[in-house]
């Protein structure tokens, strides 16, 4: 059996990677995600792998790209400003087709904001978030034992698919502790990169990664690759439902939102009043279909998120065919408890 | 054990130890086979200002890990008994450090109050920063949350390896604040 632990969860992003096969860490401190590095620094190099605090966030992106491009299972970890600070990297990696894990424990913003909780980076998550049309997959864990499977999960997609793979927490999901089951998976295959990595040509023609595509119809063809690759990521969807069967009302919520949202949910059903709960694991690709479905059954809609309104955009485009939703949207600054969504609900049950 | 579900609030100033006690609270739960959220909230000073995390312990999935409304309070010093007690559910426990707090002025109908002198208790066995232990054993007496020997034994897994000399009389704080409990207060 494995062993449990109580971690937070910016530990169990460190134990999760080390589980996954991560050999290279980048990474500069920016609060609430410190832990991320501190252990990291110590677990990695005497798991043989390399810890690296770099000169800058934008150093360290560039260092998950270059050890991406030699096939190596190598990620960095940030907190929201930091984050955009990376995201030229990250597109060049998308433009590139290099795999690699970003881990962003969202923190208040705009700008520099402050320590606390925030979902207010779901647009620049969901949409690329550097410049260009391009896409990353989207995790969002709401637990301890999520940060810790989706981390190994993370690794998976991003070598499947050979695409930046974001992991996205909050100040909540970092900070908090849990018992995490460390499970182990199957060791990585050596091969898993052995079409494309950079590694010296010697005895084979030479291959080339770089994200700039002049040659003509060439990077038309490009941006057409990438959306069939987006388009074949959609196999990749998940979300949690709890209680939606009978519910007249559905609750979309994520990370540590929706699991606060679950608590309200349960307290409203033991009150007698019919809703339910969907909470994507995955950003993007999004569940639509899943809302879709629970639209065309003639059910209502609430958002919540711990922003001013992000993800219910998303919603509305899920469900435009049948209804809309209504939002409510708790304000960094301070945590939310599962009371504060009870009257949101009951009113948008009405 | 059906049903179980225990949420408390532990606030002091930082340096009291609230967020040691809030660990052992929540490895205990642990050991205990339960499911469990522990979640700090500091100031931005280390010392002197103000901490306090929330402990949720329960036999059911754990939704919230953030309390507004707690069952319980380990409050350890003044500013917390003015900040977290008007929230306690009706009906709650509150466990109060009477060595540094005054609850002459609060309302305290809402709740049922523990007073424990854990400063001078801890003093008496030669440690005044085990105030915090003292009163976590006030806690697990009064409430009979969990067995007092899980807690004893969770010490171990909270406390820094090069504090590890200290567990003997932090486990005998634990008691003692146990045994003020029994011998003051009935349970």
Redesign the interface.
Known sequence: MSEIKLLTGNEAVVHGALAAGCRCYFGYPITPQNAIPELMSQLLPAAGGQFVQAESEVASANMLLGAAATGTRAMTSSSSPGISLKQEAISYMAASHLPGVIVNMNRGGPGLGDIGSSQGDYFQSTRGGGHGDYRTLVLAPASCQEAYDMMIQAFDLAFKYRNPVLVLGDAIVAQMKEPVKMWKPEPVSSDEAAEWRLEGAAGRESRVIMSLYLAEGALAQQNRNLVAKYEAMRAEVGAETYETADADLIVVAYGSIGRIAKSSVRRLREQGHKVGLVRPLTLYPYPDKMLENLAAQGKKFITIEHNTGQMVEDVRLAVRRYTDSSFFGYMPGNMPASEDFMEPILKALE | MSNKYIDVIIAGFGGQGVMLIG?LL??SG?ESGL???????YGPEMRGGTANCTVVVASEE????????PKSLIIMNQPSLDKFLPRIEQGGLAVVNSSLVDCSGADVRNARIVQVPANEIADQLGNAKMANMVALGAYIESTGALSMEVVSRALK?VIAPHYAHLIPKNAAALEAGAEYVRKNMQV
């Not at chain 2, 499911?35 to 909230?41: D, F, Q, R, S």
């Open positions: 660990n929540a490895y642990m499911n469990v959220t522990y979640m700090p909230e754990i939704g919230s890990p953030i309390i507004k409304t897994n």
